[in-house]
């Protein structure tokens, strides 16, 4: 007796050569094509349901892999039985299954289901899926809980104007911009705590890396010292998912074509107002207290691509363009922001945790403290120093995975045009 393996997929390519039928299969979860070879001689009875089969339909293939490999396309597999359990009934597919033909991101985003048939497209979400597992990992190991915040929230989450508002029964309620508020009360009651979680931003930004629905991972961690804490938190989680895809997703990487290594700790911090220099050197002038714009990071970005890096912090950046909860030094703020290749990935910092303080940057910045008062309520129940950071899960993937577009790395992206599928 032999085992048999039973392997689901979809027809990708079928060839047909007479007495022979090649039927290329990507099974189960996996990214490695398959390659049914039905022989009319061995089986005819297979052989007839391959020679009927249609491209594109779900079958179940029982058999065996062949005991020499020959074909580059795929493993080779010898079927013993194929049950057709849905067959493509559409005439125009909208995509070339076998992957020869490109297709444009439209296509690609209108039909993901179909395109994730495909061994490339497949990779990306398994990776994606990974660097997740990778993050609670390395949270769990660090001491950290999981939480969950809400996303309809009765003020806009960080008093910026760029939230989605919507109807809440009598009242007017917002889609969470990010858990900032949330996070920093719950340092009211837990030390170290981190969200894997959507954002909702209502920028009607149309460009390659904004999305107005993207996901964060968010830490924020009570009784650190300043934001230097944060900072070597942050490098650490990187370097572990870095180090794990290349461990766990070879095959993945190896289809997307991507050679991933571990960058060395510390990664550089470059002082705000060394950017401004490095920036002036190539003939770019920005005035002090001005924000970095995609122009500039990427500048940033080659000049440090120049020196063999990728990942590095800026910090030291004028309070006058960080949000309200940063704190403060002077004209300056304990912020950072950690780049990669020219885009933001994340930013952080330590917060202010002195209510006086925090209700002072609130006025500063032109916020009515009355509309946080929920917040600042927990200032008032000895608020240890605290901070943490948001790194964005498509932006990371972008840079790790050299995606040119961040809708390449979520299923269903929501931007300015796309609220279906
Ligand atoms: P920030 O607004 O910088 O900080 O967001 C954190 C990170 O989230 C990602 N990101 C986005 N990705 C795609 N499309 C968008 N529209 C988008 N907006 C943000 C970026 C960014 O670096 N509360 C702070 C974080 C903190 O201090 O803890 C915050 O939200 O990668």
């Known amino acids: 007796m032999f085992d048999l393996e039973t392997l689901c997929g979809w027809i990708n390519e079928k060839k047909d050569i007479g007495g022979i039928v090649f039927l290329t299969v990507v099974p189960d979860n996996g990214i490695k094509p398959i390659v049914a070879v039905c022989k009319k001689g061995r089986n005819p009875e297979v052989w007839k349901v391959a020679k009927k089969l249609k491209i594109g339909s779900a079958v179940r293939i029982d058999g065996q892999y062949a005991e020499t490999q020959i074909s580059k396309k795929g493993l080779e597999f010898i079927p013993c039985k194929i049950v057709v359990v849905s067959e493509m009934s559409e005439e125009k597919i909208p995509i070339d299954f076998s992957g020869k033909t490109p297709f444009l991101l439209d296509t690609k985003l209108d039909y993901r289901y179909l395109t994730l048939r495909l061994p490339r497209e497949r990779a990306i979400f398994i990776i994606r899926s990974e660097i997740l597992k990778l993050a609670r990992e390395w949270f769990y190991k660090n001491g950290f809980i999981e939480v969950h915040t809400p996303k309809l929230c009765g003020a806009g989450a960080e008093g910026g104007a760029t939230v989605f508002e919507l109807n809440y029964f009598e009242k007017k309620a917002y889609l969470a911009q990010s858990p900032q508020l949330y996070k920093q009360m719950l340092m009211s009651g837990l030390e170290k705590v981190f969200e894997i979680t959507p954002y909702f931003r209502a920028e009607k930004f149309s460009t390659t890396r904004h999305l107005n ?84 990071e990427k500048i940033l970005g080659e000049e440090m691509t120049k020196s063999g890096i990728d990942f590095y912090f800026i910090t030291k950046y004028p309070w006058k363009v960080k949000p309200f909860y940063i704190m403060r030094e002077n004209y300056l703020s304990r912020s950072f922001d950690l780049d990669c290749k020219g885009l933001e990935l994340a930013s952080g910092g330590q917060r202010e945790h002195r209510i006086n303080e925090l209700v002072n940057n609130m006025l500063e910045k032109g916020l009515n403290p009355k509309d946080f008062e929920f917040y600042l309520e927990a200032f008032r129940y000895a608020m240890p120093p605290h901070g943490g950071y948001g790194l964005g899960v498509e932006r990371l993937m972008m840079k790790l995975l050299n995606l040119e577009n961040i809708r390449e790395a979520i299923l269903f992206p929501r931007d300015r045009w796309r609220l279906v599928p």
């Open 213 to 296: 629905e993207s996901w964060g991972i968010d830490m924020e961690v009570g009784f650190i010292d300043n934001e230097e804490d944060i900072m070597r938190l942050l490098e650490d989680l990187i370097v572990h998912l870095v180090e794990g895809l290349a461990e766990r997703c070879s095959k993945e990487l190896k289809i997307l074509n991507v050679k991933l290594k571990a960058p060395e700790k510390p990664f550089p911090r470059i002082k705000y107002d060394e950017v401004l220099e490095i920036l002036r050197r190539r003939g770019v002038e920005i005035e002090w207290g001005e924000d970095l714009g995609d122009r500039e």
